[in-house]
């Protein structure tokens, strides 16, 4: 899928429940074409992320659970990672320790992502050496973008 | 044992009527012989002194002998009297001493049967820690007979899980240490575990006077179990009310986008609404699931540094569309306080949006809030007010406002306002929580004062 560059800037009527998409937020430069993964266990939520990153300029590509994830994140190895915390067959934790244990994923860039926000699970991300963790609920695709491209920055 | 002490009672009961007995012939006795001596003195009591010191018909000797008696009456009824005294107190004690041992006795057998027979698992230990005994409910609890515990160190029941605490628990009791409530698994028969409330009490042994240990054994299995499962329905809860909720969020969103080829207007103020719809949607899960936290008592509190006059410019902005609507005045009466609170923002933003939102919701068209922010130095407390010129809270309703799931009668007037019945309990609920306090005061028709006091 080819990212569009030619959406108009439509301010919808409240002006920020609907945050536009605007040719300002495809990636360009340094962090265009980094390649993101998603592992999520939620096919609709993979395939409107996957369809909004490759939007936006980057290559994404996703992975169903974590099993999956891991060994697909080892042999590609993507900028960067979007992780979902609660999946079956292996947990976010889970598969953010093992990743940890590669010499390649030890430094790899990891976003959590969950549907839950309990102080505990920030503070477990931090240890794991994934600063960002991403709630679900309060994130529009755009801020998730904006997230994507900060993360990818440092 | 009771026969016996019938049979001692009987006895002693006897005994005091024979003393009593005594003591009365030998006071009658007394009483005949000397009576006739007494008689006969007032029946001739023609004393002439003057002829050569005699009585009349009485010799000095006559009158010697009976005074004597007089005296030995005298001395007669007094040691029976002391006799009686000294027999009848032994006596007396013995029977209240007999009285008293049969209290004990009757108190010792409803403490035994109330040990054997309470709801309550007991066991003594010795001070080592090895079980000694236990009631029928502590031989339920474990499932043995009580070979199969006795002599058996009760700290060795400890479950693999709570080895450390186990072991922390038998050094308090070696300490001298009582332990009170400590929540525990322990190991029953057939490996089953279960979950208990135990509390040691030190006592001493009655023949050796060696320390001992009365433990209390509360099962809380059941109770264990439900409160997992209440925090696993919050959990599941939270994830699977959540997920399609944001599955349907993120996809309106990428449709209104024009990513995927532009919409005409009408088409766009579909998914506007859809997606505002759905907004309102996540925002009643929450309230629904931070209602379900308080309940449970897994509302976590993280307090830092927030500045809440930032805080409330924040959520104006997410109202902004429903004041332009309403056309509501707003005033801030900040006086620069506030910047720097001790609180936990994100529960914080729910009470304080909660006040606000109410404000607006239930306010008239060009109606006004009035925010104010007041710090009073030195005692360090905060205050956020919320005013507002609507419909106010009738009198009779206003003792009920913060319970769950009540309404005022008057917002069911408002035709636009969607009330669950839970934003104002939750206000008070998170306030509580927190530390805090909030108090109203409102008039029907004129408006409402909320305050928070942090």
Avoid: C
């Amino acid at each position: 899928m080819e990212p569009q560059t030619t959406t108009q800037d439509t301010q919808n009527a409240d002006g920020k429940d609907v945050v536009q998409s605007t040719a300002q937020d495809i990636a360009q430069g340094d962090i265009a074409k980094k390649k993101i993964l998603i592992i999520d266990d939620d096919e609709n939520l993979t395939t409107v992320l996957v369809d909004k990153l490759n939007f936006s300029g980057f290559i994404a590509e996703s992975a169903n659970d974590g099993v999956v994830g891991l060994k697909k994140a080892l042999e590609t190895k993507p900028d960067l990672i979007l992780l979902d915390v609660i999946m079956p067959n292996m947990s976010g934790w889970e598969t953010l320790e093992k990743l940890r244990i590669d010499a390649w994923g030890e430094n790899a860039k990891v976003i959590m992502l969950t549907a839950l926000d309990k102080p505990e699970s920030v503070a477990h991300a931090m240890e794991q050496g994934s600063t960002v963790f991403i709630v679900k609920t309060n994130y529009t695709l755009d801020q998730i973008v904006e997230k994507v491209k900060e993360v990818l920055l440092t | 044992m009771q026969p016996q002490g019938q049979e001692t009672k009987k006895g002693l009961k006897t005994k005091h009527a024979i003393i009593s007995l005594t003591i009365i012939i030998i006071f009658t006795a007394g009483l005949y012989l000397s009576v006739p001596y007494v008689i006969d003195f007032f029946r001739n009591p023609q004393i002439d002194l003057g002829q050569g010191y005699s009585f009349e018909g009485y010799s000095i000797l006559d009158i010697q002998v009976m005074l004597l008696s007089i005296l030995l009456y005298t001395a007669i009824v007094l040691i029976g009297y002391i006799i009686y005294l000294l027999l009848t107190s032994s006596t007396r004690a013995g029977l209240i001493s007999e009285y008293r041992t049969k209290d004990l006795s009757i108190a010792k057998f409803q403490l035994e049967e109330l040990y054997e027979n309470s709801p309550v698992p007991y066991l003594t230990i010795n001070k080592n820690g090895e079980i000694k005994g236990g009631n029928k409910s502590a031989l339920r609890f474990f499932g043995v007979v009580p070979e199969e515990i006795s002599k058996k160190n009760f700290f060795a029941f400890t479950a693999e899980e709570d080895k450390e605490l186990g072991d922390r628990l038998l050094n308090f009791f070696k300490a001298d240490s009582p332990i009170d409530k400590q929540e525990i698994r322990l190991i029953t028969k057939e490996n089953g575990v279960k979950w208990a409330s135990i509390s040691i009490f030190l006592t001493k042994d009655s023949v050796t006077r060696e320390k001992n240990g009365l433990v209390t054994v509360f099962d809380i299995t059941e109770q264990k179990h439900l409160d997992q499962a209440k925090t696993e329905f919050v959990s599941l809860a939270s994830h699977q009310l959540r997920t399609p909720l944001v599955t349907i969020k993120w996809y309106t969103e990428m449709l209104n986008s024009d990513q995927l080829g532009a919409l005409n207007e009408k088409q766009k103020d579909y998914l506007n609404k859809m997606y505002l719809v759905n907004t309102e949607m996540i925002d009643l899960v929450e309230v629904l699931l931070n209602v379900s936290r308080i309940e449970i008592g897994t509302l976590a509190i993280t307090k830092q540094k927030t500045n809440v006059p930032e805080m409330i410019d924040g959520i104006l902005v997410e109202l902004a569309s429903q004041i332009d609507k309403k056309k509501i005045v707003f005033q801030k009466r900040y006086n620069d306080v506030l910047t720097n609170v001790n609180s936990d923002p994100k529960l914080l933003r729910i009470i304080i949006q909660n006040l606000i939102t109410n404000a607006i919701k239930y306010n008239k068209d060009g109606g006004s809030v009035t925010i104010s922010l007041d710090e009073k130095s030195g005692i360090g407390q905060s205050s956020i007010s919320v005013s507002d010129t609507g419909l106010g809270i009738p009198k009779d309703d206003q003792n009920r406002i913060f319970s769950k799931l009540f309404r005022a009668a008057n917002v069911k007037d408002v035709s636009n306002a969607q009330s669950t019945g839970l934003g104002l309990y939750l206000v008070k609920s998170v306030a509580e929580a927190m530390g805090g306090s909030i108090s109203f005061v409102s008039e029907e028709n004129a408006g409402s004062t909320f305050t928070l006091r942090l």
